[in-house]
Structure formats: structure tokens, C-alpha cells
């Protein structure tokens, strides 16, 4: 299958403090790619929608100002969790479709972020 | 609003039976299902997908969708431990792969050695 690849896989960071998480498709380009938080016993909550080249698109109650991504090439997606809190701890999964519009997808590693 | 059914169980499984996880959608228009496989800590792996009505296997999985009752079930058979995990179940989106998938709060699968 498709690979996705994440980093970093764990992060512990301060409170207040902004905190990047890096998804790159290394076997193929990546024109949508999905970002997913996943609280502990929860399911996969979509978060938003990472376009290449143009906004991302947020789900409902997810803040666009406070987890900011860029979606600058074909391979490479970042979500930036600024002025993190403890409530934001959780883990974050990207993932994306190779082929195109249709089809499973391939997900990271995930990142474990725990903010203190 | 899309919704995605599962019993979150734990479901619990003798080594060696057989392993029934089953699911339920909201959205008739989805055509295609997806069923994940995610271990504790790990992100989620593809385990089957479905595209049509009736069973699909794949080693001991076996996919059954029945698309008139928005029905869709993964039976494991010969079940390890190491098939203990959560199981997922997601419908792909009628527009097609623009949208990420909705994935239901998943069942916990225990196999009993």
C-alpha cells in the first residue's frame, strides 16, 4: 500500500507553547490530505480538510486559528497546534488518498502530543 | 448528518472461533466501505474493503455488505490473539475521495487465548 509517514511521533511540549506535526506521502502525491484527532477510547474525528495550494477546510467546532495548516507541495502537509493546552493533548493522525479521489485511506503513524 | 454505528463492546472470543464485528450507516448513498483494524496506540491499517452487496473474503476476513439494510459486518475466522484490536467501520463518501471518511467509535476485540 500507500505510504504516509509522520513526525514526529511523539511530542511534549509546555503550555502556551506552538507545536508542528509533519505528513508526507512518500510514494505519491497528495493533492487532499485528511487530519484526524483521536482522544483516548474515542473514535477518529476528522478535524479538516489540508488542500494543496489553496485554505484548508475545518470541520464543525474544530478553531482554523489555533490548528493552522499548510499544505504547500504534493507530498507534504503541516498542522501546526499553536498556543497548545492541556485539553489539546491528544493524538493526531494524518492521511490521505493515493489514488486520487476515490479509494481507502493511508494513514500515518500518528503523533502523540501531550502538553504539560 | 452522517452517522456510523458500532458496538463498542469489548467483544470477547475464544482462540480459534469466530469473530462477528457488525456495523451500521446512515447515508445510503455511500457505495463503498471500509473496514480498519487499529491497535492500541497505532494509527489505523486497512483490513477490507467493499464495493458490493453480498461477501467479499480475503484470508480468514470476510467483508458481507447488504447495502438495502445499510448493513455492513467483517467476520474474522480462526481468530488469534493477535487479532485482538479495535475494528473500524467507514462508509466512503457519496461525492467520492474529496471528503475523509467517518468512522464509527469502533469495537473492541478481545481474543481469549
Known amino acids: 500500500g500507500a505510504v504516509v509517514s509522520q513526525h514526529p511521533s511523539r511530542v511534549i511540549c509546555k503550555s502556551g507553547t506552538s507545536v508542528k506535526i509533519e505528513c508526507r506521502s512518500l510514494d505519491f502525491q497528495a493533492t487532499t490530505m485528511f487530519w484526524y484527532r483521536q482522544f483516548p477510547k474515542q473514535s477518529l474525528m476528522l478535524m479538516a480538510t489540508s488542500n494543496e495550494g489553496s485554505k484548508a477546510t475545518y470541520e464543525q467546532g474544530v478553531e482554523k486559528d489555533k490548528f493552522l495548516i499548510n499544505h504547500a507541495s504534493l507530498t507534504l502537509s503541516t498542522l501546526t497546534v499553536t498556543s497548545a493546552h492541556p485539553e489539546d493533548s491528544s493524538f493526531y493522525i494524518c492521511s490521505a488518498r493515493a489514488g486520487g479521489y476515490t479509494g481507502e485511506l493511508f494513514f500515518g503513524e500518528g503523533s502523540r502530543l501531550t502538553v504539560l | 448528518q452522517k452517522e456510523v454505528e458500532q458496538n463498542s463492546g469489548p467483544l470477547s472470543v475464544p482462540e480459534g472461533a469466530i469473530a462477528s464485528l457488525n456495523c451500521t450507516y446512515s447515508?445510503?448513498?455511500?457505495?463503498?466501505f471500509f473496514w480498519y483494524r487499529q491497535y492500541s496506540g497505532k494509527s489505523p491499517e486497512l483490513i477490507m474493503s467493499i464495493y458490493s452487496n453480498g461477501d467479499k473474503e480475503d484470508g480468514r476476513f470476510t467483508a458481507q455488505l447488504n447495502k438495502a439494510s445499510q448493513y455492513v459486518s467483517l467476520l474474522i475466522r480462526d481468530s488469534q490473539p493477535s487479532d485482538s484490536a479495535t475494528y473500524l467501520c467507514?462508509?466512503?463518501?457519496?461525492?467520492?475521495?474529496?471528503?475523509?471518511?467517518?468512522f464509527g467509535k469502533g469495537t473492541h476485540l478481545i481474543i481469549q487465548p
Open positions: 447515508d445510503r448513498g455511500s457505495q463503498s
Open positions: 467507514a462508509p466512503e463518501p457519496p461525492g467520492g475521495g474529496a471528503d475523509g471518511l467517518t
